[in-house]
């Protein structure tokens, strides 16, 4: 090979056609196709309708590859189709080019055989991937040709072809490099590409998908990628009344809100201290009397979740329906809707001393700064819980908590952490600290608030975002970036979403 002294990424113009050509047909000089290149006319017309899909890479100032390609609505091909569907045949050739497609469509990708070797077709891949991101497309998509078919065919099923390729059990030199460009086989494509002796005849649809791809006018208000969490560690101590506490409440609604907060987070049973006045009660008979201002804290969140545009997540309190008692929580939107969670797994000493009983609903709720999750500190205990929650898209899980000992903190803390790695997601904790000698079954609180991330190179290398001095009030600030988890979920060191044995287990609600 010569020497080289330069390498360029342009847009084909047609003053490259002539070599073009030629270096099409020196490409698929084994290959018997009923055309081994495209007319003038055709690069002609697939420049004027889309010239930035159309990409030619030279060294040495010699043209060495080419990747053609146009734009599509995914939908309108979503079910088996040809390589002359997609390009339109005579006159209409690359009339299928729609220029407000959400897809890109590969039409052609080649290298010259004496640069191979060199990655250049990676650099075409990654021109393609940043136009996807640059133009907001869903991604790309291609019938990919499996040359070395025709040598297994009496004995294998593309189907059965394509799983011994994944597993390196068969070499194939194009299927084998567009699964490491992270492109997925989405179906067979039977007769897809006329005279392709060596596929037999078929091809693979293969995806690439943009994970910053935003649907268009899908919402008034476009989801924030970048979100700012403000977490409060709340002090335990006495109040005269609701009204005393609420004030409290609203200064750290205030105090977040001043640094332009998404979120406000309150601990669990952050209204504990209004017990004391029925401290000559029994302990359940006590909770109850608490569960009395439930609907008129919520109603105030509500409202000052509108005045200081905030989403708040409440904290947790408890609730009677019918005759049972519940630890609740609310999601208070700064739109002024709302959303309720419940505890699942109540502790062993909320049944003994309250009689308290578990919830049943979980779900992700959708918010202007995407999905989140609420569990309520013993439930981030449980690993199935916060993995239907990813499923459902959350990205971020809020976990309110009252721990009384520093080993019930480290059991949530620790839980919490891990919640975070394993779902690729962030994990916001808070909690209460102080003291409530006058309150029965309340009597010390022990919390470090705290931000986890993924444990990976975009992130902390402990997966420590922020974390809150121990057991002291204070506020916590922390900004998480949502598309970082996507560059996660698909370029990872590890990918524990992905890489799940879903053929061997499955999650579900009942």
């Known amino acids: 090979m ?73 939908a309108d091909f979503n079910d088996a189709h040809t390589y002359d569907d997609i390009t339109g045949t005579g006159k209409d050739t690359f009339n299928t080019h729609n220029d407000d497609g959400d897809t890109l469509y590969g039409i052609d990708v080649f290298i010259k055989a004496e640069f191979r070797g060199l990655r250049l077709g990676r650099r075409l891949y990654d021109y393609r991937k940043e136009l996807c991101e640059r133009l907001n497309l869903k991604g790309i998509t291609f019938g990919g040709r499996i040359p070395n078919y025709h040598k297994y065919s009496n004995e294998l099923s593309p189907k059965q072809y394509i799983d011994k390729v994944k597993r390196k059990e068969i070499h194939d030199p194009v299927l084998n490099f567009q699964i490491s460009n992270d492109f997925h086989p989405a179906r067979i494509l039977k007769g897809y590409l006329e005279g392709d002796k060596g596929s037999n005849n078929y091809a693979v649809l293969l995806k690439w998908n943009n994970i910053y791809y935003e649907e268009i006018n899908k919402k008034e208000v476009p989801t924030k990628m970048l979100v700012r969490l403000g977490l409060i560690q709340w002090q335990m101590r006495p109040y005269k009344n609701l009204d005393e506490l609420m004030e409290q409440v609203e200064y750290f609604v205030d105090a977040v809100a001043g640094y332009r907060s998404d979120f406000a987070l309150f601990p669990e049973f952050f209204n504990a201290p209004l017990m004391a006045e029925n401290n ?80 049943s609903q979980l779900q992700a709720f959708d918010t202007d700064c995407g999905k989140i999750g609420v569990l309520i500190c013993y439930d981030s205990e449980f690993p199935e819980l916060s993995r239907i929650l990813a499923d459902e898209g959350m990205d971020i899980l809020f976990v309110p908590f009252l721990t009384d000992t520093q080993n019930g903190y480290s059991r949530v803390r620790n839980c919490s952490h891990a919640r975070a790695i394993e779902n690729e997601c962030y994990v916001a904790i808070a909690g209460g600290v102080g003291n409530l000698p006058k309150v029965h079954n309340m009597d010390i609180q022990y919390a470090q608030s705290a931000v986890f991330t993924p444990c990976d190179f975009a992130f902390p290398a402990n997966g420590i975002k922020a974390e809150a001095t121990p057991n002291t009030e204070m506020i916590l600030i922390a900004d998480v970036d949502i598309y970082l988890l996507r560059e996660l979920n698909q370029f990872g060191s590890v990918k524990n979403l992905k890489d799940r044995r879903t053929d061997l287990f499955e999650l579900r609600k009942r």
């Open 280 to 359: 000559h009660l029994s302990e359940p008979q006590a909770i109850r009397e608490l569960a009395k201002h439930t609907e008129t804290i919520v109603q105030k969140f509500t409202d000052l979740a509108i005045s200081y545009n905030i989403n708040i997540i409440t904290g947790s309190m408890p609730e009677i329906i019918g005759d049972r008692l519940y630890n609740v929580g609310y999601l208070c939107r700064r739109d002024g809707t709302k959303e309720r969670f419940e505890k699942l797994h109540v502790t062993p000493d909320e049944v003994k001393v309250w009689g308290m009983d578990g919830g």
């Open 2 to 74: 010569q020497n080289i002294e330069n390498v360029e990424l342009s847009i084909l113009s047609l003053d490259d056609y002539q070599e073009l050509k030629t270096t099409m047909i020196e490409a698929y000089t084994n290959v018997s196709l009923a055309s081994a290149y495209w007319e003038e006319q055709h690069i002609q017309s697939l420049i004027s309708k889309f010239p930035e899909g159309q990409i030619v890479i030279k060294v040495n100032n010699q043209l060495a590859g080419c990747a053609l390609s146009i734009r599509i609505n995914d």
